[in-house]
């Protein structure tokens, strides 16, 4: 029963974020909260969980005249970049901290989202 409820919070999360809605806290929310995953884990599990998710959304905007092409070396390298930065960081700061990051930021996106016009 427990892979039912991992592949529907994957379903969810990939549904999510294919729409642009954020699916990446859905599914680190559930490996976190549900599944016991260390933060750390989690975020290399979302970020695998992307990729398919990410070429799928790039293929169907390319496809829609959606992407402009020029500034697409750029914003790869500026994400290269900063993924490779986060990796860093995330792992000098540990699990402990990452997952009080993590939530915090997830509290200030809630209340910016409940009180925020």
């Keep these: 029963m427990s892979w039912l409820i991992t592949a ?4 969810a999360s990939g549904v999510a974020a294919s729409m642009g ?9 559930y490996l976190t909260a549900v599944a016991g995953v260390e ?5 290399w599990m979302n970020l695998i969980f ?10 169907m905007h390319l496809k829609n005249g959606l992407i402009e092409k020029k ?9 290269a970049a900063g993924a490779a930065c986060g990796v860093l960081l995330a ?14 930021f997830l509290a200030a996106v809630g209340l910016r989202e409940f009180f925020g016009k």
């Design 71 to 79: 500034v697409l070396l750029p914003a790869i390298l500026a994400g």
């Design 8 to 11: 529907a919070a994957s379903f």
């Design 39 to 43: 933060q750390l884990a989690a975020q």
């Design 50 to 59: 992307f990729l398919p998710v990410g070429g799928l959304s790039l293929w």
């Design 21 to 29: 809605l954020g699916g990446g806290f859905v599914l680190l929310v």
């Design 91 to 104: 792992n000098f700061l540990g699990n402990e901290a990452m997952t009080r990051i993590f939530a915090v």
